[in-house]
């Protein structure tokens, strides 16, 4: 409607088609082998584009245009938001421009493949305007304030449209992903329910080949981030093909998680996933040149694509990881970043996870917190800690480190049983879970 609408009032000719539900997976089986994915959101944004390309082909045109681009170099996601709210006081116009920069980094792999395999497949050259080098260089100066104000994302490309002519209902007038107003995410849906498919990613999966999706190597820690950051890819079914994990000396590092960090080697093992081990002496800048090798080594090892990060906050750690990524020849994927904390932790109970605090490290925790299964209750307590002293419910400031001991079936083949722990308390609310002897067991059935 909004198409149609904004084509009337600007005298533009507007081409509609639409498609049954019986007619979806015939450009589903199309699409798939096309794009080389099998991701829910690939897919459901392909599927419009490759209707309109199909559309496009058919009436001899050469040449298609698209707006991709936009969001990222004017502020345009919900993450750009978060990236303002989370640093506005810390890092002003730097920290959404660096976010910016960021998905920039990031778009060949989640957009530009894509839409480029699609065009060619149709004898279409497809242009970018916003991607314009001279245009996306200029964006990425442009102060916070003038991207996102109050609230309205893309101010200034509106303002700019405004001036331009086009009216404000148009100019002003709010993203809605393709995937959601073309309804193709609904039909993904829907066909997943006739198939009794418990998850579109699931239903999606059975037109794979064997070259679709990607070989990943996760950072791992053995805490809950990164390991359902590792879940969360492995759902959309990319093939993690190791894990990767940095043993530092310097229990002080910003980069690298410390507790117990050898329990690695047992959660690997639960996992069945292989382990790339590196030391560190935790120096800042040498435990960076460490973490390139670790990475290095897991790349030829594995023939990996990517690299799959726990992060949820830290620019500090992730600009870091995308700068040796990046220099590698490798994608960067990090599913839970800016995910509401809250959020993301009842997302990893109710998704079957078994996780224990192994640190805290903040006023409103005390010992009792560590060695024992986290529950919704604990949740709810630290949500309340939130609102009452400002702690971070997902311990993003340091207030807690975690360490995960079982896990869903379909990544977890056995389990960690803690046989014998010591806490080594430094104060009231400073303390540390010693884990000194663990052992793997079977899962526990429930008849």
Request: net charge positive; proline share 2%; glycine share 6%.
């Amino acid at each position: 409607i909004a198409a149609q609408n904004t084509a009337q009032a600007l005298g533009f000719r507007l081409k509609v088609k639409k498609i049954k539900l019986s007619e979806v997976e015939w450009y589903i089986k199309k699409i798939v082998p096309l794009i080389e994915s099998t991701n829910v959101i690939k897919v459901g944004v392909a599927l419009p584009f490759y209707v309109a390309c199909e559309m496009a082909k058919e009436d001899g045109l050469k040449v298609i245009f698209s707006g991709l681009g936009s969001e990222e170099i004017f502020g345009g996601y919900e993450r750009h938001e978060k990236a303002l709210q989370l640093h506005k006081d810390l890092q002003g116009s730097h920290s959404l421009n660096k976010e910016c920069l960021s998905g920039l980094l990031k778009m060949y792999e989640r957009d530009l493949y894509r839409d480029d395999v699609i065009t060619m497949a149709h004898q279409l050259e497809l242009r970018l305007p916003f991607l314009d080098k001279k245009l996306v260089a200029y964006a990425l100066k442009i102060p916070e304030q003038y991207k996102i104000k109050d609230s309205t994302k893309k101010w200034v490309l509106r303002e700019i449209m405004k001036e331009s002519g086009l009216p404000g209902v148009f100019a002003e007038r709010k993203k809605r992903a393709a995937q959601y107003g073309s309804k193709f995410d609904k039909a993904i849906a829907k066909l997943a329910q006739q198939q009794k498919q418990p998850t579109k990613s699931a239903y999606l999966n059975q037109f794979r080949t064997n070259s679709t999706n990607l070989r990943l190597g996760a950072l791992f820690t053995g805490g809950k981030d990164s390991t359902y950051a590792i879940y969360t890819m492995k759902r959309q079914h990319y093939d993690v093909a190791c894990l990767i994990t940095l043993k530092s000396k310097n229990q002080a590092s910003y980069m690298f998680h410390t507790p117990n960090i050898h329990l690695v080697n047992l959660l690997a093992e639960a996992m069945q996933i292989p382990l790339v081990e590196q030391e560190t002496e935790g120096e800042k800048e040498q435990e960076l040149n460490d973490l390139r090798q670790a990475i290095q080594k897991a790349k030829d090892r594995y023939q990996l694509d990517g690299i799959i990060t726990g992060a949820l906050f830290s620019n500090y750690q992730r600009d870091r990881i995308e700068k040796i990524c990046d220099d590698l020849g490798l994608q960067i994927f990090s599913p839970l970043w800016h995910k509401d904390q809250e959020e993301e932790l009842r997302e990893i109970l109710n998704a079957g996870f078994s996780v224990v605090l192994s640190s805290i490290a903040a006023d409103g925790l005390d010992k009792s917190w560590l060695g024992r299964i986290l529950t919704e209750q604990d949740i709810n307590r630290l949500v309340e800690l939130h609102k009452k002293k400002g702690l971070n419910p997902a311990g993003e400031g340091g207030e807690f480190e975690s360490l995960v001991l079982d896990g869903p079936d379909e990544l977890f083949k056995k389990r960690i049983e803690l046989v014998e722990t010591k806490i080594q308390e430094e104060s009231e609310h400073t303390a540390q879970l010693i884990v000194k002897k663990a052992v793997l067991q079977d899962k526990r059935r429930v008849e």
